[in-house]
């Protein structure tokens, strides 16, 4: 198993890579790999969720944390608390995941264009790397709605 193998897996650097649903093997594969932690955007789905992925991760000696998002429904407290936890991490290999990388590509990017010095252009490219085609209004307003309010 490798990194590589998860659904939609993006590298953006050397100390984070982002997403979909990791299986076992991929987990281990991480922890094998130097991460150091885990965080998960998806909300618990039995039959697309790990049985207990914390649990694994804990076991693998990585730290765990879970931000469930739900995806009719992302609210500006989630990513508060996304913010949160990337800002509170000490040095260390991240890897970011939800179910297919949708939510971690909106949250990322929204966090590197308000912290990262990363420009809109720059943020568009790397959600358009797994959002191409796609057509989800309740995100393209959140997302519009959180870029407006820091420009205010």
Not at 46 to 67: C, F, K, N, Q, W
Request: proline share 5%; glycine share 8%.
């Amino acid at each position: 198993m490798s990194l590589e193998e998860i659904y939609n897996y993006r590298f953006v650097t050397n100390q984070l890579s982002t997403g979909g649903q990791p299986t076992e093997g991929q987990l281990r594969a991480a922890a094998a790999g130097g991460f150091t932690t885990i965080i998960n955007l998806a909300p618990i789905n039995p039959g697309r969720s790990l049985a207990d992925e914390a649990g694994l991760v804990h076991s693998l000696g990585m730290t765990y944390h879970h931000i469930p998002v739900e995806w009719e429904n992302p609210q500006e407290s989630d990513f508060a608390a996304f913010e949160a936890v990337l800002q509170e991490q000490p040095a260390g290999k991240i890897l970011i995941h939800c179910a297919a990388n949708f939510r971690v590509t909106a949250f990322y990017s929204l966090y590197a264009l308000k912290h990262l010095g990363w420009t809109a252009a720059q943020a568009d490219e790397f959600r358009a790397s797994i959002w191409a085609g796609s057509d989800y209004p309740i995100w393209e307003k959140f997302i519009g709605d959180m870029q407006i309010k820091w420009k205010s």
